[in-house]
Protein backbone atom coordinates (compact mmCIF):
# COMPACT_ATOMS: atom_id res chain seq x y z
CA UNK A 1 0.00 0.00 0.00
CA UNK A 2 2.61 2.57 1.12
CA UNK A 3 4.08 2.22 -2.62
CA UNK A 4 0.85 3.38 -4.10
CA UNK A 5 2.23 7.23 -3.80
CA UNK A 6 4.43 6.53 -6.27
CA UNK A 7 2.05 5.62 -8.74
CA UNK A 8 0.06 8.45 -7.92
CA UNK A 9 0.22 11.64 -10.32
CA UNK A 10 -0.61 15.03 -10.24
CA UNK A 11 -0.38 17.11 -7.12
CA UNK A 12 -0.80 14.81 -4.37
CA UNK A 13 -2.84 17.72 -2.53
CA UNK A 14 -5.68 17.55 -5.45
CA UNK A 15 -6.22 13.89 -4.47
CA UNK A 16 -9.55 13.85 -2.34
CA UNK A 17 -10.02 11.60 0.75
CA UNK A 18 -11.38 8.95 1.66
CA UNK A 19 -9.75 7.07 -1.63
CA UNK A 20 -10.03 3.93 0.37
CA UNK A 21 -13.59 2.57 2.11
CA UNK A 22 -13.77 -0.34 4.03
CA UNK A 23 -16.34 -2.58 3.74
CA UNK A 24 -20.23 -1.45 5.74
CA UNK A 25 -20.92 -4.67 6.94
CA UNK A 26 -17.71 -4.84 8.08
CA UNK A 27 -17.37 -2.03 9.58
CA UNK A 28 -20.90 -2.58 11.69
CA UNK A 29 -19.72 -5.47 12.83
CA UNK A 30 -16.75 -3.62 14.24
CA UNK A 31 -18.20 -1.00 15.89
CA UNK A 32 -20.71 -3.46 17.41
CA UNK A 33 -17.35 -5.30 19.05
CA UNK A 34 -15.94 -2.19 20.23
CA UNK A 35 -18.61 -0.32 21.59
CA UNK A 36 -19.54 3.39 21.71
CA UNK A 37 -17.82 4.36 25.41
CA UNK A 38 -15.10 6.39 25.85
CA UNK A 39 -12.45 8.42 23.39
CA UNK A 40 -11.62 5.15 21.36
CA UNK A 41 -7.55 5.58 20.07
CA UNK A 42 -6.62 2.84 18.33
CA UNK A 43 -2.46 2.51 18.14
CA UNK A 44 0.32 1.17 16.41
CA UNK A 45 3.84 0.73 17.39
CA UNK A 46 6.15 -1.63 15.83
CA UNK A 47 6.60 -1.53 11.68
CA UNK A 48 9.19 -4.41 10.14
CA UNK A 49 12.96 -4.17 11.32
CA UNK A 50 14.80 -3.83 8.08
CA UNK A 51 17.76 -1.49 8.18
CA UNK A 52 15.83 1.11 5.82
CA UNK A 53 13.27 1.13 8.87
CA UNK A 54 15.65 1.77 12.20
CA UNK A 55 14.23 3.75 14.32
CA UNK A 56 10.79 4.26 13.12
CA UNK A 57 9.16 1.76 15.79
CA UNK A 58 9.27 2.47 19.48
CA UNK A 59 8.01 0.44 22.95
CA UNK A 60 4.38 0.76 23.14
CA UNK A 61 4.97 1.32 26.88
CA UNK A 62 5.45 4.98 24.98
CA UNK A 63 1.52 5.57 25.18
CA UNK A 64 1.45 5.94 28.61
CA UNK A 65 0.88 9.11 28.71
CA UNK A 66 -1.72 9.16 26.47
CA UNK A 67 -3.54 5.95 28.49
CA UNK A 68 -3.10 8.32 31.78
CA UNK A 69 -5.64 11.13 30.03
CA UNK A 70 -9.74 10.57 31.83
CA UNK A 71 -11.97 8.53 29.35
CA UNK A 72 -8.96 7.62 26.84
CA UNK A 73 -9.17 3.95 25.43
CA UNK A 74 -6.33 2.22 23.96
CA UNK A 75 -7.16 -0.34 21.32
CA UNK A 76 -4.31 -2.28 19.79
CA UNK A 77 -4.35 -2.29 16.04
CA UNK A 78 -0.71 -3.65 15.94
CA UNK A 79 -0.43 -7.35 14.36
CA UNK A 80 2.30 -9.82 14.65
CA UNK A 81 6.06 -8.32 15.50
CA UNK A 82 5.26 -6.08 18.73
CA UNK A 83 2.14 -7.79 19.93
CA UNK A 84 4.40 -9.84 22.84
CA UNK A 85 4.95 -6.00 24.49
CA UNK A 86 1.16 -6.02 25.57
CA UNK A 87 2.59 -8.73 27.75
CA UNK A 88 5.01 -6.49 29.57
CA UNK A 89 2.77 -3.20 29.90
CA UNK A 90 3.69 -1.12 32.82
CA UNK A 91 1.10 -1.16 36.14
CA UNK A 92 -1.59 0.51 35.70
CA UNK A 93 -1.37 0.68 32.14
CA UNK A 94 -4.55 -0.90 29.67
CA UNK A 95 -4.53 -1.43 26.12
CA UNK A 96 -7.69 -3.59 24.09
CA UNK A 97 -6.81 -5.84 21.86
CA UNK A 98 -9.50 -6.74 19.41
CA UNK A 99 -8.84 -10.62 19.20
CA UNK A 100 -6.93 -13.09 17.58
CA UNK A 101 -9.37 -13.33 14.51
CA UNK A 102 -8.77 -9.68 13.74
CA UNK A 103 -7.01 -9.47 10.43
CA UNK A 104 -6.68 -13.30 10.82
CA UNK A 105 -7.48 -14.09 7.22
CA UNK A 106 -5.83 -14.02 3.97
CA UNK A 107 -7.49 -10.30 3.44
CA UNK A 108 -4.70 -8.20 5.59
CA UNK A 109 -5.72 -4.92 6.13
CA UNK A 110 -9.75 -5.37 5.86
CA UNK A 111 -10.50 -5.84 9.62
CA UNK A 112 -8.18 -2.77 10.22
CA UNK A 113 -9.68 -0.26 7.81
CA UNK A 114 -13.46 -1.55 9.08
CA UNK A 115 -12.16 -1.22 12.87
CA UNK A 116 -10.79 1.95 12.34
CA UNK A 117 -13.97 3.48 11.56
CA UNK A 118 -15.14 2.77 15.03
CA UNK A 119 -12.47 4.67 16.62
CA UNK A 120 -11.98 8.82 17.53
CA UNK A 121 -8.16 8.57 16.74
CA UNK A 122 -5.44 6.67 15.07
CA UNK A 123 -1.64 7.56 17.05
CA UNK A 124 0.73 5.21 15.22
CA UNK A 125 5.00 4.81 14.78
CA UNK A 126 5.24 5.34 10.66
CA UNK A 127 3.86 2.42 9.22
CA UNK A 128 1.19 0.67 7.09
CA UNK A 129 -1.57 1.62 9.71
CA UNK A 130 -0.91 5.52 9.07
CA UNK A 131 -1.29 5.09 5.45
CA UNK A 132 -4.24 3.20 5.90
CA UNK A 133 -5.96 5.55 7.99
CA UNK A 134 -4.56 8.59 5.85
CA UNK A 135 -6.41 7.20 2.87
CA UNK A 136 -9.65 6.02 4.52
CA UNK A 137 -9.60 9.26 6.00
CA UNK A 138 -9.52 8.59 9.78
CA UNK A 139 -7.93 11.19 11.78
CA UNK A 140 -4.55 10.12 12.55
CA UNK A 141 -1.72 11.15 14.50
CA UNK A 142 1.99 10.40 13.65
CA UNK A 143 5.19 9.66 15.50
CA UNK A 144 8.08 10.31 13.53
CA UNK A 145 11.77 9.95 14.19
CA UNK A 146 14.09 12.89 13.77
CA UNK A 147 14.84 11.58 9.97
CA UNK A 148 11.78 10.52 9.05
CA UNK A 149 11.16 8.90 5.48
CA UNK A 150 11.16 11.29 2.23
CA UNK A 151 7.03 11.52 2.25
CA UNK A 152 6.85 13.39 6.03
CA UNK A 153 9.56 16.28 5.09
CA UNK A 154 11.75 17.51 8.20
CA UNK A 155 9.73 20.17 9.03
CA UNK A 156 5.77 20.88 9.75
CA UNK A 157 2.80 19.58 11.48
CA UNK A 158 1.00 18.73 8.26
CA UNK A 159 1.50 16.49 5.20
CA UNK A 160 0.66 16.58 0.93
CA UNK A 161 -0.22 13.15 1.15
CA UNK A 162 -3.01 12.82 3.88
CA UNK A 163 -5.07 16.08 4.88
CA UNK A 164 -6.55 14.17 8.65
CA UNK A 165 -3.17 13.32 9.44
CA UNK A 166 -1.32 15.78 12.09
CA UNK A 167 2.90 15.03 12.38
CA UNK A 168 4.46 14.79 15.48
CA UNK A 169 8.20 15.00 15.64
CA UNK A 170 10.86 13.88 17.57
CA UNK A 171 12.80 17.24 18.42
CA UNK A 172 16.42 14.95 19.49
CA UNK A 173 17.18 11.27 17.98
CA UNK A 174 15.63 8.66 19.67
CA UNK A 175 13.51 10.90 22.07
CA UNK A 176 10.18 9.77 22.16
CA UNK A 177 9.39 10.53 25.25
CA UNK A 178 8.78 14.16 24.35
CA UNK A 179 6.88 12.94 21.37
CA UNK A 180 4.15 11.76 23.72
CA UNK A 181 4.34 14.29 26.03
CA UNK A 182 3.23 16.11 23.17
CA UNK A 183 0.51 14.83 22.15
CA UNK A 184 -0.56 13.99 25.72
CA UNK A 185 -0.67 17.99 26.13
CA UNK A 186 -2.94 18.19 23.01
CA UNK A 187 -5.02 15.36 23.14
CA UNK A 188 -7.91 16.63 25.56
CA UNK A 189 -8.24 19.85 23.88
CA UNK A 190 -8.55 17.45 20.65
CA UNK A 191 -11.07 15.31 22.27
CA UNK A 192 -13.14 18.25 23.75
CA UNK A 193 -13.45 19.62 19.49
CA UNK A 194 -14.37 16.02 18.83
CA UNK A 195 -17.23 15.79 21.38
CA UNK A 196 -18.41 19.22 21.77
CA UNK A 197 -21.66 19.23 19.47
Same mark, same amino acid.
Given at each position: MMSLLRLCSGDP????? @?????? @???? *? *???????AHGFKVGIAWQGSTGAI???????? *???????????????????GQGLEQLAHLPAGMMIERLGEDFDAGPDAFLDTAA????LDLVVTSDTAVAHLAGATGM??????????????GMEGAQTLWYPTMRLFRQTRHGDWTGVFRE?????????????TP
Amino acid at each position: MMSLLRLCSGDPLAAAV @PYLHAE @PARV *A *AWRARIGAHGFKVGIAWQGSTGAIDKGRSFPV *AQFAPLCALPGVRLIALQKGQGLEQLAHLPAGMMIERLGEDFDAGPDAFLDTAAAMQALDLVVTSDTAVAHLAGATGMPVWLALKLSPDWRWGMEGAQTLWYPTMRLFRQTRHGDWTGVFREMAAVLPVYMQERTTP
